[in-house]
């Protein structure tokens, strides 16, 4: 299990909305919301507050392996005195993904890393690990499927209810998408990680690797998102009234 340490670093970025600090840059970040959105909000900053840096555009449609190890690779593995590499895509594979994680394992010097993505790309947890995570836009605080505070004061039985009213009011079995149920984990680990801190259990160590379980079941094709979101319900303790 990933440290305390790095777990609240990971929640303090998915809180984010673009605030960034030139004195203070990450090596790498993942901005997730309207691309052309992000982009703009980017330009502008990197116009208004940095200086002495240069700026290099990437745009695809779909960030392939191809591309990341015939053309990014080697951009990101020059040496710069100062560079704001920017790479759009729609889309951003899995295998793409854990390529890129090579790059980012081993990061470039004086190089700031900006990834732009749609919300519901789902990023591996191998990636958020190593990069700062923001939301471009105010979809953050509209895209839970459920209030986490009532999900996780509530009974079991209330909560399984309540995602069987959910796929009933969306009207089909595969309603919950994948990129949904990672941002609920993601929230609810972040809920739980303020009770642990108060209160050490074995119970709540064991709901932090059932939600990393839920997180590898959401990343595989075909996996009932329902089913994920159903386990979770009954892992989690019940935290009485509120």
């Known amino acids: 299990m990933r440290s305390f340490q790095s777990r609240f670093k990971r929640f303090l970025c998915y809180d984010t909305t673009m605030e960034l600090n030139v004195d203070h840059l990450h090596h790498a970040y993942v901005l997730l919301g309207d691309i052309t ?6 330009r502008n900053f990197f116009d ?3 200086l002495d840096t240069q700026w290099l ?10 591309e990341v190890r015939d053309e990014l690779k080697m951009v990101l593995s020059e040496r710069t005195d100062g560079r704001f590499i ?9 295998d793409a993904q854990q390529a890129f994680l090579k ?17 519901q790309v789902v990023v591996l947890e191998t990636i958020q690990s190593r990069v700062v ?3 471009t836009d105010d979809l953050s605080q509209t895209r839970q499927l459920f209030p986490i505070k009532s999900f996780l004061f509530e009974p079991i039985p209330e909560r399984l209810d309540r ?27 972040s809920a739980l990680y303020a009770v642990f801190t108060k209160k ?27 089913n994920i979101v159903e386990y979770i319900a009954m892992i989690l303790p019940e935290f009485g009234k509120k």
């Open 163 to 189: 995602i069987e009213s959910l796929v009933k009011e969306r009207g089909k079995e595969d309603a919950l998408q994948p990129y949904e149920v990672h941002q609920f984990l993601d929230q609810l680990e």
């Open 133 to 135: 995570t923001v939301y």
């Open 57 to 66: 555009d990437y745009q695809y449609e779909k960030l392939g392996i191809d």
């Open 86 to 94: 920017v790479i759009s895509a729609e889309r951003f594979p899995t």
């Open 200 to 226: 050490p259990t074995a119970q709540l160590s064991e709901s932090f690797n059932a939600i990393r379980d839920g997180r590898t079941w959401a990343g595989q094709t075909g996996f009932p998102m329902k």
């Open 48 to 50: 208004e507050s940095v």
């Open 37 to 42: 959105e992000s982009h703009r909000k980017l």
């Open 103 to 119: 790059i980012l394992e081993e990061p470039a010097e004086n190089t700031h890393i900006f990834i732009l993505l749609p919300a």
